[in-house]
Structures are given as structure tokens and as C-alpha cells.
């Protein structure tokens, strides 16, 4: 199951037509205590780049975008419960939302882990 | 003189190491004058009261079948038992009647308490606002005088006072911006905010249904004007600009950028937020401004209260001085009138609605008035004087020691800028804002502007004694090397304040915004 | 100048270390065609404390102060006893000159008074959760309308007729920018609220319906049916309450199925003040829709030594955080306001609260029973609390002001209110509160009685 990753700091594994969406475990180092996080509803037609989810800290809200075009299918419960799991367990329990892949073509501006680790390095 | 203290003892010797130690822990939980409280709920009873009123007959109502029979939930308490809860409340709290309180662009300054005075006068605190027009005149005068003086000291014809605070008139400036592009047919769509505004600026404008644009601003900490006239175009609405502006100084091009601004079909809204800076030097309408709300809280002096209530009349050009909104007090040879809906006639058809019921905050306008009267044109001359070098001089006091990265742009106006370079590894502006609080001191504005790194912008109005500001200086110096030096206790400050740092992580995670009986 | 300290002395020391040699030097920046050469001329200098204090007395004792006169003004402003404690309390320095509890450690009487006004308030209204107060009721009512909105994904708000008209007016006036469609009317003089044909105007694409409780009029609509309505259509129901104190004696709009509850709060500790600060109430009954409330909320939380303690929280919904984003523009409360309704509250207690509003109840029933009584006057209301709509058959605006003359405060009337429809204009709102007695109600109608005669 590949995995790509985007320059806002998001995990994409993608499994058939569907992409699981998350944010990466710099993202969350950066953002500090996670307290909230708004999911799309399900259903929801995203573009690629439009805003899909919001993560918030105490002080800051951060938007997270759709890393490509497709219908969400699912999001992560657990998280409206438990969003400190973004902290904890960030690139596995801690996962946004399910989407399917419309464009697969869409993949290949992505980054696979070792440009990503070379990316957030550089930061 | 005979100093009467023969001890030579003086508050900032520190006490001896024995006096230091923490003590036995008391039943209570008191520390002596620190005092715990328990809220409200823990303590108060439904059957209690502290008033003094008949007992409800039972009989037949007229509530047509709607009689609240379930319990409410209120609990109350006897006067004596009121006064001390909202007390040891209070002493919980710092204030400007405690000491310097330096929040940068918030301008807390004193609070003269002839203001509470005159606004509990009957004829200003006990009139309705439907009242008879004949029996009011007195009040629509004051709002009328209020209005002249903001007039006549910003150098605009026209003014709105019914707004209810400094966001609520930006939102008046912006949607009589709005109302007069569409009165000509000009539909635009963008407003121009700098990054260092303010973030009601943007809130604002969004609201309006503008879409909001960064404007760039120079390495000095000004609005790129370059950038800005490059930006111009036909689908700029307006440009939003604080001025004074948030990095503390004066924007130099403002004409400049209005000029340009107007030529190019767009309007000028400028913050009057910083207003304290410049009332009595420069009217802000011979900079070529459209719209400018005044805080009344904050230039003169109406009191903060924990977070309201504020004021904020706004001041129009000619060009949008129709599109004001209701209701408008105008005086006729010694007769005061409402204008409102009613009456709109054709000098206020082009109006754009209504912002609140009634017509303002009255009891902050008796206030702010009686501020105005107390300087006159001379004493708000000389408060802007005051409040500048106050600044300033805290400005060349610390930039030795800490960063001031606009410190080479010229004189600050009334609050001086610092940033959190040269900290040692760990440490940040939070860290030194904590520990001010230990020193006695509110913490001074952090974060914002967000141009700065770490951004401390400390504000001290004119009310402080140079004495005052001796020793503010003293205290910032000696945490500042604190800071620089890698002081990690400063990480756990404040130590002696009524709480110690508080978890701000937990109460956004699990929301407590009520009290339920089942926390017990 | 009694408020400045700095000597002539300090300033040229300070002159000094700053580097500049008059303090015209600081204002550099200010271009030279801009500056001012001194005083702004045609203004007055500076004034001794007792000359501005008789200023402003002189314009004071040009007002009939509603104390000095039988009083029976209401709509949406109403005159109740404050006790003097509230006063006393709400002008400690501690609480009068504290900012914005930012810094919580050092504002934790600011801090729990909130918590417990909003629990208060959530209490009153029946609902779970409350906020830390909005400017005041209208502007309250219009938050609430762009919250459903929000909540909703629609934009179509339908207003009750019988709102009051300056709420219904703001929230025009907002609506025309945000491009909400606003369902409005005017309100139908009967003697019950017209519920079928507010129900009737509910359609699928509505996000709201927004009534009035007790309405302009003084009538208790039934809230539950229209609540019913409202959530079948997938709409909110904001409930608008300007009369707190009704609340001692009515059930609350959560408990009657209201999703948004929003009013003014003036009545409890706060006066008249000629239309504001007032004190603007915000509350919602399911505590899902918390992150859609606009302005301040403060919470509960522990330091770190384990002492409870709060905090204002969930503020990446404000301005300070969201910018362009935010909820609402909102930034400054009615804080000191909130304050002196607490207090008042407390002082209450929910057996005061009772007592206070049967008392309202007693002599609004009382003043409603007298002037039936006056030829020419027919009392409207089926139900009410202590706000009712008299008839006149003739210009109640007029009346009024001839009544003023005589030194009766009579009420107000729908011409004043609703000046453009001369249909509405015969009608009279009168207030009657636990500062009205039998003597002022039987002066009211005894004025009432000279004028129609």
C-alpha cells in the first residue's frame, strides 16, 4: 500500500480506488496539543487543495486541505472523542478522513516518504 | 526631611531566606489576605436570597398555560455573603488601580472615577431610551456634544455613535464603504489589510463579504507603499490601516496611500484603535481618511471591566457620510431630535440600516465626555504627548537588552515593540510575560503583532509616573537578562500569583462551560 | 492636568534620554502639513473637576429621569430595582479597570464570575451552554441568526412579526451584506400570536425561525409547537427573551425546545442608561453547537499544582485566531454588565427571582384590569407578563407626548416603533414592574382618562 505524502504535511495511503488522509508526525510536533478537530461531513465532493478538515490547538486553527479530488467517504470518529490521538498516534489512529481517488493522476505531484523526510528536514 | 522609616526597609528588599519558606498548609486553604472561594453553586441555595420582596400569591396568572413549575436552578445568597464572594473575587484580579498594565494597543490607562460619577447622574442613568423625545433633551445633547467634539478632533464631518464597541465600528466603517460602491453600481471585491493588523480587521471585512489581502509591509515596519499602489485596482474596495500603526509608529505615507487609494476609486478605513497616540497633534481627516472608529475605552478612558462593555463611534468624509446608519441626533436652534427610520428624509435615504436597538452605549458617552471636558483641547494635546514619550522612553530604556526590530524606524508613537531574539534556547516571550506577574506587573501584549518574532509590545499610557516607569523598566531589565541568561524557573512562573500556570490544553479538550450539580 | 504625572521636570529628563529636544521631535514621522501648531483652536482648554461635574449636571436635570415620574416604558428596556450592593460591586477597581482576562492567573475573579454568569444564564434559558455575553439583544439576535446559518448550510431566516423591530432591523441590515434572504413581517394586533402563519412560513430551505418570548406585544407564544415545526423542516428555533425577570415565572425556551436562546439582559442589574451598555445573552441547548457560538466562553481547568482554576477557551472560533475565518467580529463583551447581572442574580437567588416576577405579574394584572376599565381603552392581550398592548382608537404617539407633559411616562407606542405603518398606531405597550405602584397605575389611568375624555 503506497504512501504519499504532501507539502502541507499530509499522509496519503491509498488502497484501490480509496485514500485514507491524515497529518504527519512534524505536523502535529509543530502545532503542540491538539483539542479539536472539524471533519468533513460524509459525502462531501472535494477538489484537490480545497479546505477539508480543521485542526486546532489552543491557540491556533489550521486548515487541512484535500491532498486530491474526491468524495469523502468516512472520518475518523474517534477523534471528535479522543483528538489528542493526533498527537499520540498520528500517522496510523490518528487519521482524518476517507476519500476515494478520482484522479489518480492527482498522485504523482505527491511526495513518497524519502522526499517528504528530506522536505520536513529542510524546514 | 526625617525619613519616618528608620528601619530603611523598602518593598523590593527581599525578605530574609526564613521568611521565604512556604509554612505550614492551613486548613483552609487561605493564605491569610490570599483568600480561595468557592463558587457560587458550592456555596448559594435556592431558598436563599439577599432581597427583600413579597411573598408570590398563588393564584390565577395570565402567562396563558406557560408557568415555569420545574425548578430553575439559581442559587442565591444573603447581601453580607454577596458582598464578600464578589470581593474576594475581585482581589483575584489585577487592574489599573492596582498598577501599570501595559498591554500594548489595548491602552489602559486610569479610569477617573468623577466619569462613574456623572454617568450614575438620574437624568443619564435612569431615562429610557423610547422616552418622550421632549423629556430627553439632555441626553441627546450630551450624545450631540460627544459627537462634535469627535468631530472637530479628528477633522470629519460626519460621525455615527451607535455602535457598541471598536469591532462593532469597524464593521459600520466597512458596510457604509460597501453601501457607497453600490450606490454608484461599483461592485468590488477585495479589501486590503497588512499583516500586522489587527485580527477585527480582517473578521470585519470578511463579514462585509470582501475577500482579504495581505499588504506587504518594509523591513522598517511600515506599509509597503510601493507594493500597495501596485496592488490598486478596480476590484479594491477599500484599504483597512491602523494608524498609528500595530508595530507602534506612525504610517509617514498615509496621505500618500489615501491619495493613491481614492484615485484609484477605492475608500480609506482607518483604525482609530491607536487614536490616543495622536489626539491634539493630527486630525486623522487631513490624512485623507473615509471611516475611522474611536474606541471610547480605549482614547478616552472608559473603563475596561473585565472585557466590556466599549464604544466605538465612527467617523465619516463627506463622500460617505450618507450612508451612515441610524439612529442620528441633530440639533435645531437648541432643539435636539432622534433621527430614525421614520424620519430618514432625504438626507439620510442612502443610510444603511442599523447596527443595535436604541441608539448606543449612553453611559459609556456621559463618560467619555466628561474625559474630554476634564483635558479639554490643551489636556489631549498633552495626553498624547505624555503617552508618546512614556513609550519612547521605555523604548531607548531596554533596547540595549532587548531586541527592538523596528528600534532604528524612528520615534515610536505610544507603545514600544520588542521582539524575542537573543533569548536563551527554551526560554520564550510567554515565559517572560509569566514571570512580569510575579514582579507585580501585568503582562504586556505577546504575540502581536504577528510581523514580530515572540512579540512584546508594551503600552503605558500617559497615566504612569516617570517614578513609575523607573521601576517597570528596572523590573523588565533584570528578567530580560534573566531570559538571555537561561533562567529555566522563569518556565514555571508565575510563582506567587492566586494560580500558578493553568491548562489551557484541558479546558479545550473537555469543555466545562457550566456548572452540574453531578461535579460534586 | 489632575490625571497626568509627569512634571515638566520628568519630561525634560525623559526628553534627554531619548534623544530629542522638544517632544515635536517624536512626532517626526507626522508629515509637517499634517501637524498641529497647538490646541486644536475652537475647542475649550481643560476644566476643574467641579466645573465639568456642573456641566454635565445641568444637562442631566434636562431629562425626566423615570424615578420622578409614574413610568410604564418598556419594550425591550425595563426599569427594575437595583439593589445598591450591585453597584458598589461592579465599581471595585478589581473588577471596573481589569482587561480581558488574557492572563489568567492574575484574573481569576473576572475568570469565575463568568463561569458562573454563564451558568447562570444557561440555567435561566434552559439551556447547556452559555457565553460570556454580546454587546446586547439585537445584536445577540443577529449572531444567532448567522450562527444557524452556520449549523445549518442554509440561508433563509424567518422572523416572527412580533419581534421587536429594532432587532428585526439589525438583522436586515446585516443580512443585506452576508446575502441572507430574511423572511420578515409586521406584527398581527391580536390578541394571540399568530403561530399558524409564522409555522405557514417555514420551508425547506429555511435555517431559522426566530420568535419573540414574551413577544413585542407582551404575548407568550407557544414555542414548543413552533419548535416542532421548525425541526420537521430541518430549521432552528432561536427563542429572543428581552424581559429576563418573565423568567422567574414562565418556562424557558430550552425546555421548550428552543436551539438557540438569545436576549437582552438589561433588566437584571443593569439600568436604563438612555439605551445602553446593555447586556447581550447567548445560549444554546445542545452543547454540539458550542463551536458555533460566537464570542467569549470560559471554562474550567486546573494549574498546575492541581487548583481548579478557568480559563477563557475555545477561542481558535475568534477573531484573534480565525482572522478572515472567525465566527463573528466580535472581540469586546459586556463584561462589567455580565458582572452586575450576576450580582443581581446572586442576590436573587431563584426564590427572589420568583418573588420578583410574580410581583411584576401582580401589578401588571392589576394595571391591565384598571385601564380596561378607562372608557375608549381596550386591553389586547390574552396572555402577558408584566408588558401589555392597550388599544386607543386614536395616535397613541401623540398621546404620549401630551401625557409627558403632564409628567406620566405612559409608555411607548407602536408609532413610535413602526412609524410607517399609521394602521399599527393606536396601540400603547405598557410596562409594569415592581418600581410601579398603585398610586402611578391609578395617575396612568387617570391621565389616560383626561386625554380620551
Redesign the interface.
Known amino acids: 500500500m503506497p504512501r504519499y505524502f504532501t507539502d502541507e504535511h499530509e499522509w496519503v495511503d491509498v488502497e484501490g480506488s480509496t485514500a485514507t488522509v491524515g497529518i504527519t508526525d512534524y505536523a502535529q510536533g509543530q502545532l503542540g496539543?491538539i483539542?479539536?478537530v472539524e471533519l468533513p461531513s460524509v459525502g462531501k465532493q472535494l477538489e484537490k487543495g480545497d479546505d477539508a478538515a480543521v485542526v486546532?490547538?489552543?491557540k491556533a486553527a489550521s486548515d487541512v486541505y484535500a491532498p486530491i479530488s474526491g468524495k469523502v467517504l468516512e472520518s475518523n470518529e474517534d477523534l471528535e472523542e479522543d483528538?489528542?490521538l493526533v498527537n499520540t498516534d498520528p500517522e496510523d489512529g490518528g487519521w482524518f478522513f476517507r476519500m476515494t481517488v478520482s484522479d489518480e493522476s492527482e498522485l504523482e505531484g505527491l511526495m513518497d516518504e524519502a522526499a517528504y523526510k528530506a522536505f520536513a528536514d529542510s524546514l | 526631611m526625617n525619613a519616618p522609616n528608620k528601619s530603611g526597609w523598602k518593598p523590593e528588599m527581599n525578605a530574609s531566606e526564613d521568611g521565604m519558606h512556604q509554612g505550614p498548609a492551613t486548613v483552609t486553604g487561605n493564605r491569610a489576605l490570599m483568600l480561595e472561594?468557592p463558587?457560587?453553586?458550592e456555596i448559594?441555595?435556592?431558598?436563599?436570597?439577599?432581597?427583600d420582596?413579597?411573598?408570590?400569591?398563588f393564584g390565577a396568572?395570565?402567562?396563558?398555560g406557560?408557568?415555569?413549575n420545574?425548578?430553575?436552578?439559581?442559587?442565591?445568597?444573603s447581601?453580607p455573603e454577596?458582598?464578600r464572594?464578589?470581593?474576594r473575587?475581585?482581589?483575584?484580579?489585577?487592574?489599573?488601580?492596582?498598577g501599570l498594565?501595559p498591554?500594548g494597543s489595548?491602552t489602559?490607562k486610569?479610569?477617573?472615577r468623577?466619569n462613574?460619577?456623572?454617568?450614575?447622574?438620574?437624568?443619564?442613568?435612569?431615562?429610557?431610551?423610547?422616552?418622550?423625545i421632549?423629556?430627553?433633551?439632555?441626553?441627546l445633547?450630551?450624545i450631540h456634544e460627544l459627537g462634535e467634539?469627535l468631530k472637530?478632533?479628528t477633522g470629519m464631518p460626519a460621525v455615527a455613535m451607535s455602535p457598541?464597541?471598536?469591532?462593532?465600528g469597524?464593521?459600520c466603517g466597512i458596510?457604509a464603504i460597501?453601501a457607497a460602491l453600490e450606490a454608484r453600481g461599483d461592485a468590488r471585491e477585495v479589501v486590503l489589510c497588512p499583516e500586522s493588523a489587527?485580527?477585527?480587521n480582517?473578521?470585519?471585512?470578511?463579514?462585509?463579504?470582501y475577500r482579504?489581502e495581505d499588504i506587504p509591509a518594509t523591513a522598517e515596519g511600515r506599509v509597503d507603499v510601493a507594493a500597495l499602489k501596485a496592488r490598486l485596482g478596480p476590484d479594491v474596495a477599500a484599504v483597512m490601516i491602523t494608524n498609528p500603526n500595530t508595530c507602534g509608529?506612525?504610517e509617514?505615507d498615509f496621505?500618500v496611500i489615501a491619495d493613491a487609494v481614492h484615485a484609484a476609486g477605492g475608500f480609506v478605513y482607518c483604525d482609530g484603535a491607536n487614536f490616543n497616540a495622536?489626539v491634539?497633534?493630527?486630525?486623522p481627516g487631513?490624512?485623507g481618511v473615509d471611516a475611522m472608529h474611536i474606541n471610547l475605552?480605549k482614547t478616552f478612558s472608559t473603563?475596561?471591566?473585565?472585557?466590556?462593555?466599549?464604544?466605538g463611534p465612527v467617523v465619516f468624509s463627506e463622500a460617505l457620510a450618507p450612508f451612515a446608519?441610524l439612529p442620528v441626533v441633530v440639533e435645531d436652534r437648541g432643539q435636539y431630535r432622534m433621527i430614525?427610520?421614520?424620519?430618514a428624509g432625504e438626507n439620510h435615504s442612502s443610510t444603511?440600516?442599523?447596527?443595535?436597538?436604541?441608539?448606543?452605549?449612553?453611559?459609556?458617552f456621559?463618560r467619555a465626555?466628561?474625559y474630554i471636558?476634564?483635558?479639554?483641547?490643551?489636556?489631549?494635546?498633552?495626553?498624547a504627548?505624555?503617552a508618546?514619550?512614556?513609550a519612547?522612553?521605555i523604548?531607548?530604556?531596554l533596547d540595549d537588552l532587548l531586541d527592538a526590530p523596528f528600534g532604528a524606524s524612528?520615534?515610536c508613537m505610544h507603545e514600544a515593540l520588542f521582539g524575542d531574539r537573543g533569548f536563551a534556547e527554551g526560554l520564550s516571550t510567554l515565559d517572560l510575560?509569566?514571570a512580569m506577574?510575579d514582579e507585580g506587573y501585568?503582562?504586556m501584549t505577546m504575540y502581536?503583532p504577528l510581523v514580530v518574532h515572540g512579540a512584546m509590545l508594551i503600552e503605558p499610557t500617559?497615566?504612569?509616573?516617570?517614578a513609575?516607569l523607573d521601576q517597570f523598566i528596572a523590573a523588565l531589565r533584570g528578567l530580560a537578562e534573566r531570559a538571555k541568561a537561561g533562567d529555566e524557573s522563569m518556565k514555571?512562573a508565575?510563582f506567587y500569583?492566586?494560580?500558578?500556570?493553568?491548562?489551557?490544553?484541558?479546558?479545550?479538550?473537555k469543555?466545562?462551560?457550566?456548572?452540574a450539580e453531578d461535579e460534586e | 492636568?489632575?490625571?497626568?504625572?509627569?512634571?515638566q521636570n520628568?519630561?525634560s529628563?525623559?526628553?534627554a534620554?531619548?534623544?530629542?529636544a522638544t517632544?515635536d521631535?517624536?512626532?517626526?514621522?507626522?508629515?509637517a502639513?499634517?501637524?498641529?501648531d497647538?490646541?486644536?483652536?475652537?475647542?475649550?482648554?481643560?476644566?476643574s473637576?467641579m466645573a465639568?461635574?456642573a456641566?454635565?449636571?445641568?444637562?442631566?436635570?434636562?431629562?425626566?429621569?423615570?424615578?420622578?415620574a409614574p413610568?410604564f416604558?418598556g419594550?425591550?428596556?425595563y426599569?427594575h430595582h437595583i439593589?445598591a450592593?450591585v453597584?458598589?460591586?461592579?465599581?471595585?477597581?478589581?473588577?471596573?479597570?481589569?482587561?480581558?482576562?488574557y492572563?489568567?492567573?492574575?484574573?481569576?475573579?473576572?475568570l469565575?464570575?463568568l463561569?458562573?454568569f454563564?451558568?447562570?444564564v444557561?440555567?435561566?434559558y434552559g439551556c447547556?451552554?452559555?457565553n460570556?455575553?454580546m454587546?446586547?439583544?439585537?445584536?445577540a439576535c443577529w449572531e444567532a441568526v448567522a450562527m444557524a446559518t452556520r449549523v445549518t448550510r442554509r440561508n433563509r431566516a424567518v422572523l416572527s412579526g412580533a419581534l421587536?423591530p429594532?432587532?428585526t432591523?439589525?438583522v436586515?441590515?446585516m443580512a443585506?451584506?452576508?446575502?441572507d434572504t430574511i423572511a420578515d413581517s409586521l406584527p398581527s394586533i391580536q390578541p394571540?400570536p399568530d403561530n399558524a402563519g409564522l409555522i405557514a412560513r417555514i420551508d425547506d430551505e429555511t435555517a431559522c425561525v426566530v420568535v419573540q418570548y414574551p413577544d413585542i406585544l407582551g404575548?407568550?407564544a407557544?414555542l414548543a409547537e413552533i419548535a416542532e415545526a421548525a425541526h420537521a423542516k430541518g430549521a432552528l428555533l432561536i427563542a429572543v427573551n428581552t424581559e429576563p425577570v418573565a423568567?422567574?415565572?414562565?418556562?424557558?425556551p430550552g425546555?421548550?425546545g428552543a436551539d438557540i436562546v438569545v436576549g437582552?439582559g438589561q433588566s437584571i442589574g443593569v439600568?436604563?442608561?438612555?439605551?445602553?451598555?446593555?447586556l447581550g445573552l447567548f445560549a444554546v441547548r445542545d452543547p454540539k453547537h458550542?463551536r458555533q457560538m460566537p464570542g467569549?466562553?470560559?471554562?474550567?481547568?486546573?494549574?498546575?499544582?492541581g487548583?481548579r482554576?478557568?480559563?477563557l477557551?475555545?477561542s481558535t472560533r475568534?477573531?484573534?485566531?480565525?482572522?478572515?475565518?472567525?465566527t463573528?467580529?466580535?472581540?469586546?463583551?459586556?463584561?462589567?454588565?455580565a458582572?452586575a447581572f450576576s450580582?443581581h442574580?446572586?442576590?436573587?437567588?431563584?426564590?427572589?427571582?420568583?418573588?420578583?416576577a410574580?410581583?411584576n405579574?401582580?401589578l401588571a394584572?392589576l394595571a391591565?384590569d384598571r385601564l380596561a376599565k378607562v372608557p375608549g381603552v381596550s386591553v389586547l392581550?390574552?396572555?402577558?407578563?408584566n408588558e401589555f398592548t392597550i388599544r386607543l382608537g386614536r395616535d397613541a404617539r401623540q398621546l404620549?407626548?401630551n401625557l409627558?407633559?403632564q409628567g406620566v411616562?405612559a409608555g411607548?407606542s407602536l408609532g413610535?416603533?413602526y412609524?410607517?405603518h399609521p394602521e399599527l398606531g393606536d396601540a400603547l405597550l405598557v410596562a409594569v414592574t415592581?418600581t410601579c405602584d398603585e398610586e402611578d397605575i391609578e395617575a396612568l389611568a387617570a391621565a389616560l382618562e383626561g386625554e380620551l375624555a
Not at chain 2, 448559594?44 to 432581597?51: F, I, K, Q, S, Y
Not at chain 2, 480582517?202 to 463579504?209: E, H, I, V
Not at chain 3, 475568534?318 to 472567525?326: L, P, S, V
Request: net charge negative; aromatic share 8%; proline share 6%.
Open positions: 496539543d483539542v479539536f486546532e490547538s489552543v483528538p489528542a | 472561594e463558587l457560587l453553586f448559594g441555595h435556592a431558598n436563599e436570597t439577599g432581597v420582596l413579597p411573598e408570590p400569591q396568572n395570565r402567562f396563558g406557560f408557568e415555569r420545574a425548578a430553575i436552578g439559581l442559587p442565591g445568597l447581601e454577596t458582598m464572594h464578589y470581593t473575587l475581585s482581589r483575584q484580579n489585577y487592574a489599573i488601580d492596582l498594565f498591554l489595548c489602559m486610569h479610569n477617573p468623577l462613574e460619577k456623572v454617568a450614575r447622574m438620574p437624568g443619564f442613568a435612569d431615562v429610557h431610551p423610547l422616552a418622550p421632549s423629556t430627553v433633551q439632555g441626553a445633547q450630551v467634539w472637530a478632533l457598541k464597541a471598536g469591532a462593532h469597524e464593521l458596510l460597501r489587527h485580527g477585527t480582517p473578521a470585519t471585512a470578511a463579514f462585509a463579504g482579504v509608529l506612525f509617514r496621505k495622536i491634539g497633534k493630527v486630525r487631513d490624512l475605552h473603563p475596561h471591566g473585565g472585557g466590556g462593555p466599549g464604544s446608519p430614525e427610520e421614520e424620519d444603511f440600516g442599523r447596527m443595535t436597538a436604541f441608539h448606543g452605549q449612553m453611559g459609556m456621559t465626555l466628561t471636558l476634564s483635558h479639554g483641547a490643551d489636556g489631549l494635546k498633552q495626553v504627548e505624555d508618546v514619550l512614556n519612547n522612553y523604548l531607548r530604556s524612528g520615534p510575560a509569566k506577574i501585568h503582562p502581536f500617559e497615566t504612569e509616573s516617570k513609575g514555571q508565575p500569583a492566586p494560580r500558578r500556570r493553568l491548562d489551557e490544553t484541558l479546558a479545550a479538550r469543555p466545562v462551560l457550566a456548572w | 492636568m489632575r490625571y497626568l504625572p509627569l512634571t520628568d519630561r529628563e525623559m526628553l534620554k531619548v534623544g530629542a517632544i521631535d517624536l512626532f517626526v514621522d507626522v508629515p502639513e499634517a501637524r498641529l497647538g490646541p486644536i483652536h475652537s475647542l475649550p482648554m481643560h476644566m473637576e465639568v461635574e456641566h454635565m449636571r445641568a444637562r442631566s436635570k434636562k431629562n425626566l429621569a423615570a424615578a420622578d413610568f416604558l419594550a425591550g428596556a426599569r439593589p450592593s453597584d458598589h460591586i461592579i465599581q471595585r477597581g478589581e473588577f471596573l479597570t481589569a482587561y480581558t482576562p492572563q489568567p492567573e492574575i484574573a481569576q475573579g473576572t469565575q464570575m463561569f458562573e454563564q451558568s447562570q444557561a440555567r435561566l447547556a451552554v452559555a460570556a455575553s454587546y446586547d439583544g439585537s445584536t421587536h429594532h432587532y432591523e439589525v436586515k441590515t443585506k451584506f452576508t446575502g394571540a404575548r407568550i407557544d423568567l422567574g415565572a414562565i418556562k424557558s425546555e421548550l437582552e439600568g436604563l442608561q438612555f439605551g445602553g451598555p446593555y458550542v467569549r466562553l470560559c471554562g474550567e481547568t486546573q494549574d498546575a499544582e487548583k482554576g478557568f480559563v477557551t475555545l475568534e477573531q484573534h485566531i480565525r482572522r478572515e475565518k472567525a463573528s467580529n466580535i472581540c469586546t463583551n459586556s463584561g462589567l454588565c458582572l450580582v442574580m446572586t442576590l436573587l437567588g431563584e426564590k427572589g427571582l420568583r418573588a420578583l410574580a410581583e405579574h401582580r394584572c391591565a392581550n390574552q396572555s402577558f407578563f404620549v407626548r409627558a407633559e411616562l411607548v413610535r416603533l412609524p410607517d415592581e
